[in-house]
């Protein structure tokens, strides 16, 4: 198990790799996190770096295609930061992302505060604490080279492959009668190509995703907070993407939301 000093160490070199857009293979063996716990600690360290108060948190590995590409065999979370959200339409740049791939996500905001406490909650208690829904697009990215063979903690550590948020304007429809499973969403390049998706693909609901979320940091000792975004997970196969592209992803009577990438 790693000691304070070196999570820290971990937490600066990541931190070291997002800033100035390198690379390593993966962490060094002596600042490896044996379990989520110590995952999770190594990345709350990176967001005491950000300038601002945490945006969000996102989900990562919600489907199958995502697990299987990262081989893990459960979700991760991830925080989103506010300083790499942006609104939708707004010019991204793609740099030396590895990944290069652009997701379809459902966002909800929390209205209330779902705080650590010994039971699990249930759905219905999340979606309650629930004040708006969001489409929105990721284009996660990893500080591992070997990001297919590090395992999920290492994964965690990085932040659960997340990188640039674009969020679209608050849904104005009544959502909460939606079945989210059904909703159909897509992403399409512009002049380019299309792929189409689901809710389904996020656990089998984007509120079942939302759930898994606030349990995940509940069990942690984490605080899913008033406010707070929470970025549920691809309801497309991830698209491959390169600069220069235009994507618009839409989510039905959830809305749209555009991103250009430089």
């Given at each position: ?147 297919r063979e590090v ?68 069990e942690y000792g ?25 994507v618009l992803a ?13």
């Amino acid at each position: 198990m790693l000691t304070d000093s070196q999570c820290q160490e971990a937490a600066d070199l990541l931190w070291d790799c997002w800033a100035h857009n390198r690379r390593i293979p993966q962490l060094p063996a002596h600042l490896q996190p044996g379990d989520r716990r110590q995952a999770y600690d190594i990345q709350r360290r990176l967001e005491a770096r950000s300038f601002a108060p945490l945006a969000g948190w996102k989900n990562a590995a919600t489907g199958p295609g995502g697990q299987q590409l990262l081989k893990v065999d459960a979700p991760l979370a991830g925080r989103l930061l506010a300083e790499r959200i942006h609104r939708s339409g707004a010019r991204i740049t793609l740099g030396d992302n590895l990944m290069r791939v652009a997701e379809v996500e459902v966002a909800f905001r929390m209205g209330s505060t779902l705080a650590p406490r010994d039971t699990p909650y249930t759905q219905e208690e999340v979606m309650a604490a629930v004040a708006a829904v969001h489409p929105a697009i990721e284009i996660p990215d990893t500080r591992y080279d070997l990001f297919r063979e590090v395992g999920a903690a290492q994964l965690i550590a990085d932040n659960s492959c997340g990188d640039q948020f674009v969020l679209g304007a608050p849904a104005s429809i009544d959502w909460r009668s939606l079945d989210l499973a059904a909703l159909a969403t897509s992403a399409t390049i512009e002049g380019g190509e299309r792929r189409t998706g689901s809710g389904a693909q996020v656990l089998g609901d984007p509120r079942v995703a939302l759930t898994w979320l606030a349990n995940e940091l509940r069990e942690y000792g984490l605080t899913l907070a008033a406010g707070q975004l929470v970025a549920t997970g691809s309801t497309i196969v991830p698209m491959p993407v390169r600069a220069g592209q235009t994507v618009l992803a839409e989510l039905g009577v959830l809305g749209s939301v555009v991103v250009h990438l430089d």
